[in-house]
């Protein structure tokens, strides 16, 4: 009986691959850089060309890869709250069964942790936040709103300003000025043992708030 033939594929050639590789790189660097010089400068303080030098990449990358600044703009706040929002996901699926005060202390942890792993996500709100503009406009609408929403159905209780800021200002601002703290007190407050204290203090707060309001 004859055998057939086996005909050997050509194995993908590795500088097939490369431009592409190459490509993912560059808009990782070009979106870490987004994210470090919007969070600390903001929208209009940050041109194109400094986004490409702090990237370390070659002038015209922007464009080729995001086509505008708008856009590039947009793509890193996804970015960003993407990481929120599964960080989210993950502890809403946790907080399920949990009674109201554990569910509360669950989330408060997450936040404060999210908040001291990614300190750009206050600074860019904070930048964004203190004018009216189509992209504050963007994150609420896409981000802010709905993540509350979300949270809130979690908590089985409503999350009205007061509530919403004092975790957000008490939670995640030291970490927005992370480097006043070092020069001030003389400890990083990114540290897993300053961010642990720090949870379990906010989370203290938020309960406070929730005993005086419960009747």
């Keep these: 009986m004859p055998v057939a033939e086996v005909v050997p594929t050509e194995p993908k ?24 010089l919007f969070s600390s400068l903001g929208f209009d303080g940050v041109s194109v060309r400094t986004i490409e030098s702090h990237a370390g990449v070659q002038r015209g990358l922007v ?9 590039f703009w947009k793509q890193v706040v996804d970015r ?21 005060r554990e569910r509360l202390t669950l989330y408060v942890t997450m936040f404060v942790q999210f908040s001291a792993d990614v300190p ?41 300003p007061h509530g919403f800021y004092l ?10 000025v992370e480097h006043e703290c070092k020069r001030v007190f003389g400890i990083d407050p990114r540290s897993d043992e300053f961010v642990n204290e720090h949870a ?15 009747p």
């Design 13 to 36: 050639s590795p500088r097939r691959r490369a431009p592409q590789k190459r490509a993912e790189e560059t808009r990782e660097l070009l979106l870490d850089a987004g994210t470090d």
């Design 120 to 160: 750009q996500l206050n600074r860019l709100m904070v930048q964004e936040g203190k004018a009216a503009s189509w992209r504050m406009d963007y994150i609420a609408d896409t981000y802010v709103k709905p993540m509350r929403a979300v949270a809130a159905d979690a908590l089985g209780v409503g999350i009205d």
């Design 167 to 176: 975790l957000v200002g008490a939670g995640a601002f030291v970490f927005s």
């Design 63 to 71: 464009a080729y890869h995001f086509d505008t600044k708008e856009l």
């Design 200 to 214: 379990a203090m906010v989370a203290d707060v938020m309960l406070s708030r929730l005993d005086a309001e419960t």
């Design 80 to 100: 960003v709250f993407g990481r929120l929002s599964e960080r989210n996901a993950q502890v809403i699926d946790l907080m399920e069964a949990l009674p109201l």
